[in-house]
């Protein structure tokens, strides 16, 4: 799949972005004014205050705004609320051909070009998005469940043939609670860090391009995996520049940077601050360090060997000796405005969470309080970073306007198949550690990882007995361990997996290295990762 290059001759897009960040901006005042922010977030508390316990009670709201109270036991549960609705299989199919679609249209000579266009890709990511809505608008009528603001079981109309508040259920639960916080955390570290450059062009030797690796892999943990990977991706390429052989180098730089090495720290990667938010323990994920370190240990060490023996070999003498006289220090420009902005949207990521009080105090951030502010930062950056910066690192929005066109439809399109997964969880005979990391990971591998680690978080749940609290992890430590290291490891094994894997691919195709395609890539997670995680998996559960 080859994306559209940065055009440095095209209107600058910067003033757009400024001015929508600016309207966002002011239409939330507005809507401070109004108190609307503030009462969804009134909402989210009221119904978190209990929901940390299994055996407490816990207030259920339903469409029409009224909180029942019941123990969160199911029968109780079913007893008090309409037995949630089952989507049929067969409603999975759209999620099916939108990743097909990704995998294959690239890869035919009547539809490589026109799949290069992000619109053509928003085209059919939305209406395979407008087909699974439809089905809820027309072919559904049982009650769903809902995420947004808080939670609601939201129930069909009788006799009514337009199901409008299925649909509009279907619509807050992928997009305004999941999809929004998503791609704002990913275009504010995406477009930060695009300020930042690190320049210089050292020697493209296995040593140095191992260094870039490890580095990306401990600092994905602290500035997140998106920015980690937004940060290193273009000094790495600008090093191998020189070189032919560079496809192995990205493979490998998705693996850790994008995915192995973010799981010390909840904003590391997506799955793990979802935990956080479920009442996991800030630091809990520190204790997953020994698997970290030797998954990316081991990682490493292949690179080494495949780059050192088999690629550096293959380079042409002439372009190696290029490559040792085109060296140049390394230097970092922007880092002054850019290094803060970044620590603060970790900040607004980990403090302004509707659901917890601000550490110190009883307030509760007002709803999209934090998705406003990481905006904010994103002005700030525009509006005072230097442009040439941006116009160095040839900084484009293609590779994330690809990553929200493909992901608005995944994000819709996968609500069938989060729903059967939630129902039928434990019909799965999931219950060991080994069977949550495989099931996890597989499924984190097509259903993007985050709510993936969601449902099996709550699947986990429901087998803690009745009675028994754990108060760092909320379930069984064991099955948090297994769920947090299958979401994360088993992101890196398609494209789709994490947010970041989509973004390196397409800055790199712009650069001119010419990626492998979705199946293309799975040989190489399929060869190197899979014995990895199966020694990790032996080790570590």
């Keep these: 799949m080859q994306s559209e290059p940065a055009n440095p001759t095209a209107t600058d897009p910067t003033s757009r972005v400024l001015a929508g960040i600016t309207t966002l901006i002011l239409a939330y005042v507005i809507a401070l004014c109004l108190g609307g922010p503030q009462y969804a977030t009134q909402l989210v508390v009221s119904q978190e205050t209990d929901h940390e316990a299994d055996h407490g009670f816990a207030p ?16 109780h549960r079913d007893a008090v609320h309409p037995k949630l609705g ?34 053509h890709r928003f085209y059919v990511a939305g209406i395979l998005g407008i087909v ?7 072919g559904f009528n049982q009650p769903l469940e809902g995420h947004w603001p808080a939670h609601a079981v939201v129930t069909p109309v009788p006799d009514t043939t337009l199901q409008w508040s299925l649909a509009w259920n279907v619509v807050a639960n992928a997009l305004l609670h999941e999809y929004i916080p998503f791609i704002v955390l990913l275009l504010s570290l995406y477009t930060i860090s695009g300020g930042i450059r690190i320049e210089g062009n050292l020697a493209a030797h296995p040593r140095t391009n191992i260094s870039f690796l490890a580095i990306g ?8 995996t998106t920015g980690a990977a937004m940060l290193l991706i273009r000094p790495l390429l600008e090093t191998n520049k020189e070189r032919n052989h560079v496809v192995h180098t ?23 601050f979802l935990g956080y938010l479920r009442g996991v323990n800030f630091f809990w994920t520190f204790s997953l360090w020994p698997s970290w370190l030797v998954v990316n240990l081991i990682l490493l060490f292949v690179y080494w060997v495949w780059d050192r023996y088999f690629c550096y070999p293959r380079e042409a003498s002439h372009d190696l000796v290029r490559d040792e006289h085109e060296k140049r220090q390394i230097n970092i420009r922007g880092w002054i405005l850019g290094a803060p902005l970044l620590i603060g949207v970790v900040l607004c990521v980990a403090l302004l969470d509707p659901s917890k009080p601000l550490p110190g105090t009883d307030w509760h951030a007002p709803l999209y309080l934090r998705e406003i502010s990481q905006l904010l930062l994103v002005g700030i950056s525009l509006l005072f970073g230097r442009r040439v910066i941006r116009q160095d690192n040839k900084f484009s929005y293609h590779a994330i306007l690809e990553v929200a066109a493909l992901f ?3 994000f819709i399109c996968m609500q069938p198949a989060l729903q059967i997964l939630d129902a039928r969880g434990r019909e799965m005979g999931v219950e060991t550690p080994m069977q949550f990391f495989w099931t996890t990971g597989g499924l984190s591998s097509v259903l993007d990882n985050a709510p993936t680690y969601v449902v099996f978080f709550e699947t986990a749940r429901t087998l803690t007995p009745a009675g ?74």
Excluded at 60 to 75: A, I, K, V, Y
Excluded at 89 to 108: E, Q, R, T, Y
Aim: glycine share 10%.
């Design 408 to 410: 608005f439809g995944i």
């Design 217 to 224: 892999g401990l600092l994905a943990s602290f500035i997140g």
């Design 86 to 119: 089952i989507p049929g299989m067969v409603w999975v199919a759209p999620f099916g051909v939108l990743l097909l679609s990704i995998a294959i249209l690239p890869l035919l000579p009547i539809t490589r070009h026109w799949w290069e266009s992000n619109l």
């Design 132 to 138: 699974t809505l439809g089905y809820y608008l027309i």
């Design 250 to 272: 990205v493979v490998f730089f998705i693996f850790i940077v994008c995915n192995c090495g973010g799981c010390l720290l909840p904003i590391g990667d997506p799955p793990l």
């Design 468 to 541: 028994v609290f754990h108060p760092e992890t909320v379930i069984d430590p064991s099955l948090l361990v297994a769920i947090s290291l299958g979401a994360v490891f088993l992101g890196a094994m398609t494209y789709i997996g994490n947010g970041p894997n989509f973004m390196v691919k397409a800055i790199a195709e712009s650069a001119g290295v010419e990626m492998p395609s979705f199946f293309g890539y799975l040989k190489y997670s399929v060869c190197v990762l899979l014995p990895i995680f199966l020694l990790a998996s032996i080790l570590f559960l």
């Design 60 to 75: 259920l709201r339903t469409n029409h705004g009224h909180e029942t109270t019941g123990h969160q036991d199911e029968p």
